[in-house]
Structures are given as structure tokens and as C-alpha cells.
């Protein structure tokens, strides 16, 4: 991969320099969702597809982006006197909105740079591309420059460009779950301290598999902020009868006592998801650490019933293909994964008869809707690192 990235790196800017090979992965939320930004946690894994960025500095302060994704393109220029958002730069947006967000906080490079993208994670398939592409600039950046940055400051400096120069308001889990990334382990993260923990996942004869709705989804139009806004308008509510700072400091059991506060309905009921997931996913990383993958998968069932009827970010296509999983005996447990209305689902399958399970799950999903799924069986990879032989 490595020599080939660079002789592509070669053919596209027309150099013989010897570039350097950052790889940054997608990644996968195994439960936990929609608690981040109510303060709760989180409990994703990075995956071993990602973007891979081969680049090296220029003389001059010009910028050059290349992506063999978005080949129809070509390269995109700027400076780094132009760092501005550019509707006309498309993709390239996202590592110079990084870039950005470097010099916002002080740490400004003085020499531009080539650079060439490749990225093999399915797009719209909600697993993050974004976030991944943000931290694979992000670590390039960091070491052209030898700014030496820790790890988290860099999770949140990449979630800042999101927000504040792409304008999507997310949380931090992406960020964190791709720069944070362990082979083999996900991450428990409380998203309001950012204490976090490793831990193995150990399936013996069970695979975790994404199934993709190919319905694609937009963060920015979708209702994410919306769900957003009616959190903040319980809490408001339960703030004037409890004193928390996040929905995720109750628990299930002290929401029921206070619900009552909430005037809205529908409000209700997304605090009510958040703070039950939130108990979900501290219960789910203890079954994990316990063996217990039949206890995790019901979890896993439950998150989904949950983001379905209460915080409503399911939709037609992610319904369909849970509930097909559900149907097979071999599947311990469905949920979709992500922000919703649209993207993967997140499936924990025994091996055992496993492409008879994929292809009725996918039989029933193409009945329902018309559509047809994809599979992938996650290998759980490392956070965004630099690559060298490979
Ligand atoms: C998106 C956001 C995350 C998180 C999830 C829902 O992936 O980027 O911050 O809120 O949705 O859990």
C-alpha cells in the first residue's frame, strides 16, 4: 500500500521527493449513542479501513490537495494565506479547516505542502469519514512542523474545526474514537471528563459486522441539531429542580423522580434515552470485561428500540435491517451505529453459518425497501498514526 500510495503521490505532483504516509482510520460505535454531547458515555472502536494522506512540504507558503476519491476535482490549491472556508474547495475544506484551527491556536506553519488522499472507507456509511480525514491532516500537519502536540488536544482541535468551520455541530466521540484508537480494544470515554479506558474485545466465535442501509445521510441536514436543542431544553427544565450540568449526570432511576419538570413531551423522551443509554453503555462494558457477549448483544437491542421510540433517529432503512438481523438466531444483537436516519447498523453475528445469516438479512432488507446492504466484518484497528512500511 505504502509504495503504491507514493508512486500515486509521485505521478499526481510530478516530484521524486520522498513523501510521508499518515493513516487515519474510520470508526464504529459499539453502544452509546447520542450521549456525548448530554455529557455521557461513549463506547466506540476504531476500524482498520481510514484515509490515508502522503505528502511533503513545499518551499513556498502554496497548498496542494489531491484526492484519487474525488479524482474529477483535481488539485485543489490555496495558501496558507487562504485559509478561509471556500465553497469551491469541496472535500479539501475539512484539512484546511485543521489547519485553521492550528494557526487559530497559535501554531503556524511557515511552509505549504503536497499532498495526496486515498481513502477506503465506504462513503455516507456514517462511520466517520470526516473525523477521519480531520485527524489524518491534523497528525501530518503536527509533524511537518514538529509542533508536538499531545493526542486529545488534537481529538478536540479537530472536533473544533468540525464544529466551528465546517459547522456541524457534533460531539467528541468521532474525533476521539479515531485519534484514541487501540487494535483490538474500544474506548470507554466519558465525554465530560475525557477519562477514558481500553477494552479488549474478545468475541470467541462471534464476528462484529456493519451492515450498510446505502441510505446516505447528511449530519448537517439531518435532525441532529434538532435532538440536540430538545436536550438542552430538558436540561434547562431539570435544572431548576435538580443541580446537574449534563442529562448524563442522572441516573435512570433519578430521572424518573424529576421527569415530571420537563413541560415538553417529546423532550422528555430524549432525555429519557440519553440518560438510559448512558446506563446502557456502563452496563455493556461491564458484560464485555465479563465475557458476556449475549447480556452485551441484548444491550445492543435495547439501544436500537430506544433511538427508534424515544429519540427517533432511526427511520425506514435502519429499522429494516436490525430488525431482518433480529430475525436470525445467530445474531446476539443489532443496533444502528452513529447518528442515525441513514448509515450502518452494527451487528454481533456467530460464526458459525454466518454468510447464510448475511444473505437472509439481506434478502429481508431488499424486500422491505428495495435497497441492497453491504457487509463488512470489523477488524478493530489503531488511531491515526504515521506508516512506514506497509
Ligand atoms: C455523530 C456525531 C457524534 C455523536 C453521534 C451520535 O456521529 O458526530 O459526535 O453525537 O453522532 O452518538
Given at each position: 500500500?505504502?509504495?503504491?500510495?507514493?508512486?500515486?503521490?509521485?505521478?499526481?505532483?510530478?516530484?521524486?521527493?520522498?513523501?510521508?504516509?499518515?493513516?487515519?482510520?474510520?470508526?464504529?460505535?459499539?453502544?452509546?449513542?447520542?450521549?456525548?454531547?448530554?455529557?455521557?458515555?461513549?463506547?466506540?472502536?476504531?476500524?482498520?479501513?481510514?484515509?490515508?494522506?502522503?505528502?511533503?512540504?513545499?518551499?513556498?507558503?502554496?497548498?496542494?490537495?489531491?484526492?484519487?476519491?474525488?479524482?474529477?476535482?483535481?488539485?485543489?490549491?490555496?495558501?496558507?494565506?487562504?485559509?478561509?472556508?471556500?465553497?469551491?474547495?469541496?472535500?479539501?475544506?475539512?484539512?484546511?479547516?485543521?489547519?485553521?484551527?492550528?494557526?487559530?491556536?497559535?501554531?503556524?506553519?511557515?511552509?505549504?505542502?503536497?499532498?495526496?488522499?486515498?481513502?477506503?472507507?465506504?462513503?455516507?456509511?456514517?462511520?466517520?469519514?470526516?473525523?477521519?480525514?480531520?485527524?489524518?491532516?491534523?497528525?501530518?500537519?503536527?509533524?511537518?512542523?514538529?509542533?508536538?502536540?499531545?493526542?486529545?488536544?488534537?481529538?478536540?482541535?479537530?472536533?473544533?474545526?468540525?464544529?466551528?468551520?465546517?459547522?456541524?455541530?457534533?460531539?467528541?466521540?468521532?474525533?476521539?474514537?479515531?485519534?484514541?484508537?487501540?487494535?483490538?480494544?474500544?474506548?470507554?470515554?466519558?465525554?465530560?471528563?475525557?477519562?477514558?479506558?481500553?477494552?479488549?474485545?474478545?468475541?470467541?466465535?462471534?464476528?462484529?459486522?456493519?451492515?450498510?442501509?446505502?441510505?446516505?445521510?447528511?449530519?448537517?441536514?439531518?435532525?441532529?441539531?434538532?435532538?440536540?436543542?430538545?436536550?438542552?431544553?430538558?436540561?434547562?427544565?431539570?435544572?431548576?429542580?435538580?443541580?446537574?450540568?449534563?442529562?448524563?449526570?442522572?441516573?435512570?432511576?433519578?430521572?424518573?423522580?424529576?421527569?415530571?419538570?420537563?413541560?415538553?413531551?417529546?423532550?422528555?423522551?430524549?432525555?429519557?434515552?440519553?440518560?438510559?443509554?448512558?446506563?446502557?453503555?456502563?452496563?455493556?462494558?461491564?458484560?464485555?470485561?465479563?465475557?458476556?457477549?449475549?447480556?452485551?448483544?441484548?444491550?445492543?437491542?435495547?439501544?436500537?428500540?430506544?433511538?427508534?421510540?424515544?429519540?427517533?433517529?432511526?427511520?425506514?432503512?435502519?429499522?429494516?435491517?436490525?430488525?431482518?438481523?433480529?430475525?436470525?438466531?445467530?445474531?446476539?444483537?443489532?443496533?444502528?451505529?452513529?447518528?442515525?436516519?441513514?448509515?450502518?447498523?452494527?451487528?454481533?453475528?456467530?460464526?458459525?453459518?454466518?454468510?447464510?445469516?448475511?444473505?437472509?438479512?439481506?434478502?429481508?432488507?431488499k424486500k422491505r425497501t428495495?435497497?441492497?446492504t453491504e457487509f463488512y466484518?470489523?477488524?478493530?484497528?489503531?488511531?491515526?498514526?504515521?506508516?512506514?512500511?506497509?
Amino acid at each position: 500500500m505504502l509504495k503504491k500510495l507514493e508512486a500515486a503521490f509521485q505521478d499526481v505532483f510530478q516530484t521524486e521527493q520522498q513523501p510521508r504516509t499518515f493513516l487515519s482510520p474510520g470508526r464504529v460505535n459499539l453502544i452509546g449513542e447520542h450521549t456525548d454531547y448530554n455529557g455521557g458515555y461513549v463506547f466506540p472502536c476504531a476500524l482498520s479501513v481510514g484515509t490515508y494522506i502522503t505528502l511533503v512540504p513545499r518551499e513556498d507558503r502554496q497548498i496542494r490537495f489531491y484526492s484519487d476519491n474525488f479524482s474529477e476535482l483535481g488539485i485543489l490549491e490555496t495558501t496558507l494565506d487562504q485559509l478561509e472556508y471556500n465553497k469551491k474547495h469541496d472535500w479539501a475544506n475539512y484539512p484546511k479547516g485543521v489547519i485553521y484551527m492550528f494557526r487559530e491556536q497559535g501554531h503556524e506553519g511557515e511552509k505549504g505542502f503536497d499532498a495526496y488522499f486515498h481513502g477506503n472507507i465506504p462513503n455516507g456509511a456514517g462511520l466517520s469519514s470526516s473525523a477521519s480525514l480531520e485527524l489524518a491532516m491534523a497528525i501530518a500537519w503536527d509533524a511537518l512542523n514538529g509542533f508536538g502536540m499531545d493526542r486529545v488536544p488534537m481529538v478536540q482541535l479537530c472536533q473544533k474545526a468540525e464544529n466551528e468551520y465546517i459547522g456541524v455541530n457534533c460531539g467528541i466521540m468521532d474525533q476521539f474514537a479515531i485519534g484514541m484508537g487501540k487494535q483490538d480494544h474500544a474506548i470507554l470515554l466519558d465525554c465530560d471528563s475525557l477519562e477514558y479506558s481500553y477494552a479488549p474485545v474478545k468475541l470467541d466465535g462471534v464476528k462484529l459486522v456493519l451492515a450498510n442501509t446505502n441510505k446516505r445521510r447528511g449530519l448537517a441536514d439531518s435532525k441532529y441539531n434538532e435532538r440536540r436543542s430538545e436536550c438542552e431544553a430538558a436540561l434547562k427544565d431539570l435544572q431548576k429542580v435538580v443541580s446537574i450540568e449534563n442529562l448524563c449526570e442522572l441516573t435512570s432511576e433519578q430521572f424518573k423522580e424529576h421527569q415530571q419538570a420537563i413541560s415538553d413531551q417529546t423532550a422528555k423522551r430524549r432525555a429519557k434515552h440519553a440518560i438510559d443509554e448512558n446506563e446502557r453503555t456502563i452496563r455493556a462494558h461491564q458484560k464485555l470485561e465479563d465475557g458476556d457477549v449475549v447480556a452485551f448483544g441484548e444491550l445492543m437491542n435495547a439501544s436500537h428500540r430506544s433511538l427508534r421510540d424515544d429519540y427517533e433517529v432511526t427511520g425506514e432503512e435502519l429499522d429494516a435491517l436490525v430488525e431482518a438481523a433480529w430475525q436470525e438466531e445467530t445474531v446476539l444483537g443489532a443496533r444502528m451505529t452513529g447518528a442515525g436516519f441513514g448509515g450502518c447498523t452494527v451487528n454481533l453475528i456467530k460464526e458459525e453459518g454466518l454468510d447464510e445469516a448475511l444473505t437472509r438479512i439481506a434478502a429481508t432488507y431488499k424486500k422491505r425497501t428495495g435497497i441492497d446492504t453491504e457487509f463488512y466484518v470489523v477488524d478493530i484497528g489503531e488511531g491515526t498514526r504515521e506508516i512506514t512500511n506497509q
